[in-house]
């Protein structure tokens, strides 16, 4: 048994972990690529907390509480060769990020491989004991769209490797809004695709007020009056997007809260720009094109 | 709601799955790799196949039932051209194998990678209701070691990728034996290996009698006599290891059991060969190094 972790059981080293659980488990999976989601030059400490943190952020997205990780690596055998650290420099950032998310590392598998770096975390976790788990598509008209933090820059400022998911905030928006917080999706692919997740999901539509928006300080905009349009479409931002009705706070466990649009009647994702033109917020975005 | 899985009360597209769950679960996960535990030309059916069911050897290793799969696929550009498959065929594979093994994929995530394919596949399960979850350190002396099935020449003959889990077995056998069911492992390293890992984990010895070993009948051994040496240390055979007190049947769910050796005092697996000399089976055995 695990002293910090009294629901493990059995930890690494069976066939199979063992953790005890009550009612529901919501699941999340996902992987980080070298090349596509994280270059060797970032180092093992940073490629392992991108993994962690990637697969944790959909469970805040859920307002869920991670209780365990299972986590996979295929590892090219000239990684040491090549970037200057091993799977022994891998497996203590990954047990020492997992201790930092308070989430305890179960179980995994590594293997050689002749391809890139590819490490996968599963994670399961506690839906909120309140709220129920916070799905896509409970999103209504009259609804206000909402999101934390400050958007856009992530990669070229590196916060992509160094967000923080936020677990915290969307537990105590789940907390304080109840059945108000009606829909929610951690920022992956840049706010106006993610939102059109939301609207597809729960078959409304989305105005997005790009006027609105917060804009990452270090933003550098290609164009004067344009960098709504990094927060908008840049990716990898990790944030949470949600809808609410009624009355949203603006900060959240210090972190601010900013609405950004409402949920109309319709379908599909438009965002309203500085000069009043609307544009499809589906066909912004981003899709993980690191290093390649 | 999944009607074929009522326990799946969100599945694949949004951003975690939910499933019920009572008391504990066991967890595992596994991951192909090209060149390494596949090769394209086995063809997205069978690779498919074989990463769920190296996942589900793990459940079956711990006499549990899987209740859902995740799934990750990292996913060269260049499959469809020299392979002549691509991601919707590997997809529709692993919903078809799914199904035949009776565990819903309750979600995953698909990437390009630059270099071979990567799959891996995490299985959640209920452990044996009465039984219990049954772990590698339970073996004590007295206990006679059996196995299931045949073994050796699993990787010439293409079973490493046809091969079913024993989890009907595995069940059967925590019905009938009980406590006495004191140990179990899935044969993936070669049985000499396999059941070196029994023997370390439950702080006793092993020995392997070499001339009970049942030798799978298309087994061509490098020497004459010495199949049995395929049967120890082949790789990848899935067949169940376990130890047990009392009387085991020879027959469950209509594959044979056979009793190959003894727990004893001490540490460590050794063989007894046909002309009597002892060796250390840790040393033994296979590293899954197809393809390379």
Do not use: K, Q
């Given at each position: 048994m695990n002293r910090r972790h009294p629901h493990v059981l059995i930890g690494p080293g069976d066939d199979c972990a063992l953790v005890t659980c009550s009612g529901e488990t919501i699941l999340t999976v996902d992987q980080v690529i070298e090349g596509r989601h994280v270059v060797a030059a970032l180092g093992p400490s940073l490629i392992a907390r991108k993994a962690l943190a990637r697969s944790l952020s959909d469970i805040a997205a859920m307002a869920g509480t991670p209780r365990w990780a299972l986590v996979t690596g295929a590892l090219p055998a000239d990684l040491a060769s090549r970037a200057g650290f091993g799977a022994a420099d891998l497996c203590d950032a990954l047990?020492?990020?997992?201790?930092?998310?308070?989430v305890?590392?179960?179980g995994g598998d590594l293997a050689g491989t002749s391809g890139p770096l590819v490490l996968t975390v599963t994670v399961g976790g506690a839906p909120h004991v309140a709220r129920g788990p916070v799905r896509r598509s409970g999103a209504a008209p009259g609804d206000g769209l909402y999101v934390t933090g400050a958007l856009g820059g992530s990669l070229e400022s590196g916060r992509h490797a160094t967000f923080a998911p936020r677990l915290s905030e969307a537990q105590a928006l789940a907390d304080l809004l109840g059945p108000r917080l009606t829909s929610m999706?951690?920022?992956s692919d840049g706010l106006g695709r993610d939102a059109a997740h939301l609207a597809r999901a729960s078959g409304v539509g989305i105005e997005i007020d790009a006027e609105r928006l917060p804009v990452h300080g270090d933003v550098h905009s290609p164009a004067p009056g344009s960098a709504w349009r990094c927060a908008a479409e840049d990716g990898e931002d990790y944030e949470l997007c949600f809808t609410a009705r009624g009355d949203v706070p603006a900060l959240i466990c210090g972190t601010p809260v900013t609405r950004v649009g409402a949920v109309v009647r319709g379908e599909g994702?438009?965002?309203?720009?500085?000069?009043?033109?609307?544009y499809d917020a589906a066909k912004s975005?981003?899709?993980?094109?690191l290093g390649e």
């Open positions: 047990h020492h990020w997992a201790e930092h998310f308070s305890p590392v179960v999706i951690d920022i994702c438009r965002i309203r720009t500085p000069d009043g033109a609307l975005g981003w899709d993980h094109p």
